[in-house]
Every structure is written in C-alpha cells, then in structure tokens.
C-alpha cells in the first residue's frame, strides 16, 4: 500500500469509528453535557482535561495503576496504545511510541540521545537507556503523549513523550499512605515492597510532602558456573529511594517548590537466557557439554547493574496579572550508573584468534562501564491563564549536561600471555597509560549545550481551535575519545557536532457536540545527531572494517507527523482514537558492527511509522469497568542502504520492518467491585490480558532469519564450524494478570493477585556477543508470580 492510500484508509476509518462512536454518544446524552474522562493533564502545559487536549494523549491515574497492578511502566505500556518498552532490566528501559525506533540501544554508546523525552513533572529525565525506573507508588497519574512534542518538550520527543506527574504538596490537610507487598516468582525467589507518603502542613502557607520506598526484586535467571555449580536467581536486587518537596505561597499569585529526589537500583545479574556460550555449548568435547534451559546463562564472574540518581528542582510560579503567569523551572540532575558484565567469552573469543593458549582464553574478564552525568537545566516561560479565545505560551530553554563514559576490561593475568604469545613488552607498548591487565579501555568525557525558545498560541472561533507553535533549537557537542589495551587502536581525538532547527507545530480541533471532538495536527519533531566511537579496528574482519569504517558522525533525525482522530464520551463510557503517519528522514539506525565488538550508529534517508490507535472505557453496570486499548502500525524503511559491492547494509532494505516494535499490540481489561459486609466495603475483581505482537531486536535480524551462527572459534573440543540456528523474530505474546481485593472501612485494602498466569517466557530482545561468536541470548520478562498487597490510606 502506497503512502497516499494508507493515509486515505486510516483516516478514513478514523472518521467511520468517530461516526460510530458519536451515534451511542449522542443517544445516551440527552442533555448534551460533557461526561467521562475528565482526568486533568497539562500536557500542553496548562491545565486541560484529556478530551479537550487537541491530540492524541493516555493519562493513567493512581487508581489505573493501583487497579492493574503495574509497578514499572512496562507494566503500564501494555495497556497505552502505541507504547512499547524494551525491558534489558530494571532501569535500562528503551521506550517507543508509534513505532518511531531505530533498534536496540547497548550500554557502549553514549552518544545515542533518546527517541522519547521522559520528564518527572517539569524535569527532563530521560537518558537514552538508563531512563530512571521510578517507582509509581504516590503518583497522581503517568501522561503519555503521542507524536512529536518538540514544540514544548524539545529534542529527545521525535516519537513522543511520557511524564510521571507526582502529587504536590497540599495545604491545611495530613494525609498519607502507607503499601507493603509480599510476591514470589514461580522458580525463582521471593520479593517485596514497602512504601510510605505522607503530607503535612507546616504552616498555613507551607506544605511538605514525603515518599520512601523499598523495593526487593525478585530474581529468577540461574547462572551455570565452572565444575557444574549453579548460582540460582543471579538477577535478584534492590531499589530505594524517597522524594520530598515543599510547597510555600508567600503570597496568593507566587508558589514556589523546591524537591529532592534520590534513587539507587542494585542487582547481581541480567534477565538474560543463553542459547550459546564459547565456554558452555552443546559442541564441545574436552569441556562438559551444555545445552541451556529456559532462564539459564554461564557465567564465569558474576554481573552486576548500578544506578544512583539525585534530581534536585525547583518550581517557580507567579501570577503577574491580567492572567498570565511566569514559571520558571529549574532542575539539576546527577546520575551515577555501573554496569558490570562477564566479558569471558568476549575476551576469550578475541583470545583465541590470536592464538593465545587455552589458559588464556578461560581467564576470567570483566567489562565495566560507568556513566556519570552531571546535567543543568533551565525554562522560565509565559502563558496565558484566561478563559478567552486567545490562549498563548512563549518561554526560553537552557541545557548543560556533562557525561563521562569509561569502560575498563580488567583481566588478571592477561599481560603476561600477551606477551609470551605476541612478543615481550606488547602489553605496555599499548596501554596508552591505562592500567596493566586490561585488554580494552576507554575514555569519553561528553559536553552537550542546548538553547531554544518555543512558542504556542491558540485561538477558537465557536466550535473550532486553530493551534500554532514552533521551537528554534540551537545545540553544540564536544567529546574527547581516549583508549587504550591491545584490543584498542590507542586513540586520542577530540570531536565536534553542532545543529540548529526550527520544528513547527499546527493543531485543528473542531467540537462536533460537546462529546465528541475531531482533531488534526501536523507537526515536526527532531533528535540529535552525534558522533561514533571508532571501530575496534584490531578486532575487525577485514570486511567488517570495510563495511562499517566510514560512519564516523550521524545526523538529526527529522520526523513530520500527520495525524487526525476524534475522542468521544458520553454516560459511561469514552472512547478515543486516531491514525497517523510519520515520515522520518535520517533515522538514526543502530547496528552490531560484526566481529569489531563495536556498535555504530548512521543515517537511514528515509522510513516511514504509520497507524491507527485506539483506546475505550465503559461501565456499562454499576461496579463493572471495562477498558481496552490497541495499535496497529506499518513501521518500515524506505531506504536501502548499501556498501560498496552492493550488498545490503545491517538489513536496511527498503521495506523490512523498522526494529522492536510489534505491528499489532492489544490489551483488554475488567474489574468488577460489589460491597461486602455492610459497612462500605468493597470487594474487587480484575482481570486483563495484553497481547504483545512480534518484533525484531535490529533490522538486520530481519535477514537471512531463521540465522545460522557459526563462531569459527576452535576451543574446547569444537571445530568452530558448528552452527547454532536461532530464529530472530521475537514471537508474540499474551500475559494474564488475575486479582481479588477487598477495600475495607477506614482505608485498609488487602488485594491478592497472580501475573502472567500461563507462566509464558516471553522473549523481549536478542543479544549478540562479538557478532554472536562469544555468546548468544535473549531478555527474558518475568515469569509467573503469587503476590499479596497491603494498603492503608490515613
């Protein structure tokens, strides 16, 4: 289907739906008065409900969270049309709206920025993979805006944007809640929570609220380790932290909120299954064979993952007069992130090309990268706050983020093969004045600076909104590369990258009644470009070096989206819908360099995202909710991208699908609550099912699939030659979650549940070691789980 006909067809369908939407909407409302979703959102930064927004928004309140169980937001992306997450563990999320991806995202690179910004109220937060995973416990609700949100959001928004809105401090009210969980995973071990808020006055123009939690992950991946000893639930872990914020009023048109936040996250491994290992596989003869069951991986050290987060922020709000308001938000953030993998079979794969004595390939090797960022932000804005036909906002952003990327191959005993096999004095001739014993180090110390001024305006003519905006963005980037080992080229280069743009956005909102809205938006979204890290060039192919060696920088990735949808509600029930299509030019593709154990990113000319999405609720009896969300997306290149001899690039061939989307994602919904015991308590029933289409983890997974890997690495008793044949396309999959609770007199709600009642392994990413000759496996979600929840509000 061509672009013209697509946009026709699911535009087409969007109005046949608003049709039918409208005809119950306008027999069930006799008194032609607004009813249903009258959650508050400031989506557009100013207070609106969701149905009034002129596009396409999800908002999931407290009580959507408490009743579905959802503890991350991948639990709640199964249940928001077009959002999709890849789990690689807690606090290494990689989100996607709408299909909007360029392919997994790996902890070596550092310079990818993010395709969807993640803000905690008014605070950027997101960090390509390690967006923080706060903890949901207290929020007022998560909003997730769909399409390209530059205008007010800026780069990092292409595809969308989420935003995790906490309750503000109230005055002249002590209140609080208190959660204990208590869940054990079906072969694996037992977890908890327990979470406490509470807010108090602390004078009559002062508030303060408080939230801290502790969260004990439960763990469920057993590591096979040498001699045939298992280590159970290696992926087991920790998080906790706390917010605090205060709100004073000094006088009636000036709140001012300052707010800490601090969170750590620990654990001992990652939710990855091996289908290969160098050191444990079916092949070889002198070492025990092994085939790996399902939730099994070899380790010779144990891994580990590391995040402390510290966001400080502060709120300004004044009301000057003749309804305008001046905000100014302010915000730093620091993030301290360790991730510590077995890089054995990594080593020891490079170890054996080089023809080191088996000694030297059973080393054990661990690769360490940290990331430290120290980031400074800035908005003050103006906007109108009347009730009038002209609304406007203009306002100015500031941005300076300091990143310091370094990776460590710290392998005892390393140097001394080094030099016995490749000639005295080899080890230090490539140090480059990094540590002895390591193979491979890097240093890349980023400055990133961002200025930008934006501005939207609105005005309504009886039923109909006309809508305008744009942002200018000007951004530099500096990078100094330093490495250093035998397994690097001893580089010392500084690089630089700049851009500016401007992104236009244009909003049509007609009030066909006043339940039923038609929208239609074109706007433009952006995200930075960068520059690559230099290929291991010693560890490459000599085709690999040709292939992937002249992608040295990558440019912005522009997005035009298109769209037009309806929301309609009526008694009991909304229902929201729309159909888009994004055309993307110079998506920024992310690939496995082959055998250089280096990834690169580069510029696809064009791809396209396009689809439809709804989202319906009803009660259609009293104590009966029902709900059910779903997308449907076409996410495919248009472009093929090739070498020099014509071959196809990393699967970038015109029409594959673009990677770690699902075309069709579904999820479906209900509660049922009824009193018991005569005394206003309630008993409450619900069940939901997600169903989660197929997806590949990068283009070229695409190709050549069902793939045959052959390590051509003769260890262990194996030739080399030997294929292990795995299929790349991540099957679909349905989870189940059932609950039983009861809310009780004086806050008390007790609430049991089973997750994914069918116990399915789902398959969430493919993960490649050196090209797949070192190790092959996959992320894997968690497996059933038994829980039991407390609640006690006051």
């Given at each position: 289907m061509d672009r013209c006909n697509f946009i026709r067809s699911t535009l087409t369908g969007a109005a046949l739906a608003a049709l039918m939407a409208a005809m119950p909407a306008m027999a069930q409302v006799a008194d032609d008065q607004p009813q249903g979703n009258d959650i508050i959102v400031t989506a557009s930064k100013r207070n609106s409900t969701v149905q009034d927004i002129p596009f396409s928004i999800n908002a999931q309140t407290a009580a959507d969270i408490q009743k579905s169980g959802a503890?991350?937001?991948?639990?709640?992306?199964?249940?928001?049309?077009?959002?999709?997450?890849?789990?690689?563990?807690?606090?290494?999320?990689?989100?996607?709206?709408?299909?909007?991806?360029?392919?997994?995202?790996?902890?070596?690179?550092?310079?990818?920025?993010?395709?969807?910004?993640?803000?905690?109220?008014?605070?950027?937060?997101?960090?390509?993979?390690?967006?923080?995973?706060?903890?949901?416990?207290?929020?007022?609700?998560?909003?997730?805006?769909?399409?390209?949100?530059?205008?007010l959001f800026g780069s990092g928004s292409v595809g969308g944007t989420i935003r995790y809105i906490t309750n503000q401090p109230k005055f002249?009210?002590?209140?609080?809640?208190?959660?204990?969980?208590?869940?054990?995973?079906?072969?694996?071990?037992?977890?908890?929570?327990?979470?406490?808020?509470?807010?108090?006055?602390?004078?009559?123009?002062?508030?303060?609220?408080?939230?801290?939690?502790?969260?004990?992950?439960?763990?469920?991946?057993?590591?096979?380790?040498?001699?045939?000893?298992?280590?159970?639930?290696?992926?087991?872990?920790?998080?906790?932290?706390?917010?605090?914020?205060?709100?004073?009023?000094?006088?009636?048109?000036?709140?001012?909120?300052?707010?800490?936040?601090?969170?750590?996250?620990?654990?001992g491994g990652f939710n990855r299954q091996d289908s290969f290992n160098l050191f444990a596989n079916p092949f070889t003869t002198t070492r025990p064979a092994i085939t790996f069951a399902p939730r099994q991986q070899y380790l010779l050290l144990r891994e580990a993952f590391r995040d402390e987060t510290v966001i400080a922020d502060g709120t300004i709000k004044i009301g000057l007069g003749s309804n305008i308001d001046l905000t100014s938000v302010?915000?730093?953030?620091?993030?301290?992130?360790?991730?510590?993998?077995?890089?054995?079979?990594?080593?020891?794969?490079?170890?054996?090309?080089?023809?080191?004595?088996?000694?030297?390939?059973?080393?054990?090797?661990?690769?360490?990268?940290?990331?430290?960022?120290?980031?400074?932000?800035?908005?003050?804005?103006?906007?109108?706050?009347?009730?009038?036909?002209?609304?406007?906002?203009?306002?100015?952003?500031?941005?300076?983020?300091?990143?310091?990327?370094?990776?460590?191959?710290?392998?005892?005993?390393?140097?001394?093969?080094?030099?016995?096999?490749?000639?005295?004095?080899?080890?230090?001739?490539?140090?480059?004045?990094?540590?002895?014993?390591?193979?491979?180090?890097?240093?890349?110390?980023?400055?990133?600076?961002?200025?930008?001024?934006?501005?939207e305006t609105s005005y309504t003519l009886d039923r109909l909104t006309l809508t305008a905006g744009g942002r200018y963005y000007n951004f530099k980037e500096r990078r100094r590369f330093t490495s250093g080992g035998l397994f690097s080229n001893g580089d010392d280069r500084t690089d630089r990258t700049q851009s500016d743009g401007f992104t236009p956005r244009f909003l049509l909102s007609y009030k066909a009644s006043p339940n039923i809205t038609l929208n239609a938006q074109a706007s433009r979204g952006f995200r930075l470009g960068g520059v690559n890290d230099p290929l291991n060039a010693g560890l490459c192919s000599a085709a690999d070096r040709a292939i992937f060696g002249g992608f040295q920088s990558y440019r912005d990735e522009k997005l035009w989206n298109y769209e037009g949808g309806f929301k309609a509600q009526g008694q009991g029930f909304t229902f929201n819908a729309a159909g888009f299509y994004n055309q993307i030019s110079d998506l920024q593709v992310t690939l496995d360099a082959g055998s250089c154990s280096s990834r690169i990113v580069f510029n696809v000319p064009k791809a396209h995202a396009a689809g439809f999405e709804f989202e319906a609720t009803a009660t259609p009896l009293p104590g009966l909710d029902l709900g059910i969300s779903g997308s449907v997306l076409d996410s495919k290149f248009d472009s093929t991208v090739t070498d020099g001899t014509g071959a196809v690039i990393g699967g970038i061939r015109q029409g594959n699908r673009l990677p770690s989307v699902p075309q069709f994602q579904i999820?479906?919904?209900?509660?049922?609550?009824?009193?018991?015991?005569?005394?206003?308590?309630?008993?409450?029933?619900?069940?939901?099912?997600?169903?989660?289409?197929?997806?590949?983890?990068?283009?070229?997974?695409?190709?050549?699939?069902?793939?045959?890997?052959?390590?051509?690495?003769?260890?262990?008793?194996?030739?080399?030659?030997?294929?292990?044949?795995?299929?790349?396309?991540?099957?679909?999959?349905?989870?189940?979650?059932?609950?039983?609770?009861?809310?009780?007199?004086h806050g008390l709600g007790i609430t049991a549940y089973v997750n994914n009642v069918t116990d399915t392994n789902a398959l969430l990413s493919f993960d490649r070691e050196r090209g797949g000759r070192a190790r092959l496996g996959f992320a894997v979600g968690q497996p059933r789980t038994y829980g039991v929840t407390l609640r006690q509000s006051f």
């Open positions: 503890v991350t937001l991948e639990d709640l992306s199964r249940n928001v049309a077009g959002l999709t997450i890849q789990n690689l563990g807690p606090g290494q999320s990689q989100v996607a709206i709408r299909g909007v991806s360029a392919g997994q995202i790996v902890r070596d690179q550092p310079g990818v920025k993010e395709q969807v910004g993640i803000y905690l109220d008014e605070s950027v937060i997101s960090l390509s993979l390690f967006t923080p995973d706060l903890d949901l416990f207290d929020l007022n609700r998560v909003e997730t805006l769909r399409g390209p949100q530059g205008t002249g009210v002590t209140e609080g809640s208190v959660e204990a969980n208590l869940n054990l995973v079906d072969g694996g071990s037992v977890g908890g929570d327990i979470k406490g808020a509470i807010n108090v006055p602390l004078a009559e123009n002062v508030a303060a609220r408080a939230v801290g939690y502790y969260t004990r992950y439960a763990g469920f991946i057993d590591a096979l380790l040498p001699g045939g000893a298992v280590d159970h639930n290696v992926n087991g872990g920790n998080r906790y932290g706390g917010r605090l914020a205060i709100t004073w009023e000094p006088v009636s048109n000036i709140s001012i909120t300052p707010r800490i936040v601090y969170q750590k996250i620990e654990t302010s915000s730093y953030t620091y993030r301290d992130i360790l991730v510590s993998r077995d890089a054995s079979a990594l080593t020891g794969s490079v170890s054996v090309d080089l023809g080191y004595p088996n000694a030297a390939v059973l080393l054990p090797s661990n690769l360490r990268d940290t990331t430290r960022v120290n980031s400074v932000t800035q908005e003050v804005r103006l906007g109108s706050t009347g009730s009038g036909p002209w609304q406007w906002l203009v306002g100015g952003y500031y941005a300076n983020i300091d990143r310091f990327y370094r990776q460590r191959l710290p392998t005892p005993g390393y140097d001394a093969f080094t030099d016995a096999t490749l000639g005295a004095g080899t080890a230090a001739a490539t140090a480059n004045g990094f540590p002895a014993n390591s193979p491979y180090n890097a240093d890349l110390p980023y400055n990133l600076r961002q200025y930008a001024v934006f501005g999820a479906a919904n209900a509660s049922y609550s009824f009193p018991v015991f005569n005394n206003g308590s309630k008993a409450i029933l619900t069940a939901s099912i997600q169903h989660v289409g197929n997806r590949y983890t990068q283009p070229s997974d695409q190709e050549n699939n069902p793939r045959s890997f052959v390590s051509g690495l003769p260890f262990g008793g194996a030739s080399g030659n030997d294929a292990t044949i795995l299929n790349l396309n991540l099957p679909s999959y349905q989870l189940v979650n059932l609950s039983v609770g009861v809310e009780l007199a």
